[in-house]
């Protein structure tokens, strides 16, 4: 099986060769302004024009659903939607809702290997969803590399 390549530098701008899908999680509320997404509004359009749009129409705008956006020849970005509301809640259970997470990934893993993809990504889930990479971990395990996708998760320098 393979193992996450953990890379320094930026998962907006992927190190390989060949399609590549950079993979982010968003709420469930049409909200797009901090964290990641961010970074990748910085460079390319498409994917925030193509969010807010899904949520308008809401056609299948549910947790565990994801969204494709071809931004540039081989490269894709996958809006995940792995997060509810922005904050945590009054229980104190935080945004990230993992079993979402877990959809959204398997989702990625059949688009992956439909277009021969590698997986590029920050540590999703662990910003302003407030989840724990020691849950993340392992989904992307179970989903993602027991098919032999390959994987680089991205920690900015």
Same mark, same amino acid.
């Given at each position: 099986?393979k193992?996450?390549?953990?890379l320094k530098?930026?998962?907006t701008?992927p190190q390989?060769?060949?399609?590549?899908i950079i993979?982010h999680?968003?709420?469930?509320?049409? *909200? #797009?302004?901090?964290?990641f997404?961010? =970074?990748i509004s910085?460079k390319?359009?498409?994917?925030?024009?193509e969010?807010r749009n899904?949520?308008?129409?809401? $056609?299948n705008?549910?947790l565990?659903?994801?969204?494709?956006v071809?931004?540039?020849?081989?490269?894709?970005v =996958?809006n995940?939607?792995?997060q509810h509301?922005i904050?945590?809640? $009054?229980? *104190?259970i935080?945004?990230i809702r993992?079993?979402?997470?877990?959809e959204c990934l398997e989702?990625?893993?059949?688009a =992956?290997l439909r277009?021969? =993809?590698?997986?590029?990504?920050p540590?999703? *889930?662990? *910003?302003?969803a407030?989840?724990? #990479?020691?849950?993340?971990?392992p989904?992307?395990?179970?989903?993602?590399?027991?098919?032999?996708?390959k994987?680089?998760?991205y920690?900015?320098?």
């Amino acid at each position: 099986m393979k193992t996450i390549n953990y890379l320094k530098g930026d998962a907006t701008n992927p190190q390989t060769e060949g399609n590549k899908i950079i993979a982010h999680i968003c709420n469930d509320m049409g *909200g #797009w302004g901090k964290g990641f997404v961010l =970074a990748i509004s910085k460079k390319r359009k498409a994917p925030e024009k193509e969010y807010r749009n899904w949520f308008k129409i809401n $056609s299948n705008f549910d947790l565990g659903e994801i969204q494709l956006v071809n931004v540039e020849k081989e490269i894709w970005v =996958a809006n995940m939607i792995g997060q509810h509301k922005i904050n945590t809640n $009054s229980q *104190g259970i935080p945004p990230i809702r993992y079993k979402a997470v877990e959809e959204c990934l398997e989702k990625l893993n059949d688009a =992956a290997l439909r277009l021969n =993809a590698s997986i590029h990504m920050p540590r999703i *889930g662990c *910003g302003l969803a407030r989840g724990k #990479w020691e849950e993340i971990e392992p989904i992307i395990n179970r989903t993602l590399l027991k098919n032999n996708v390959k994987v680089c998760v991205y920690d900015f320098e």
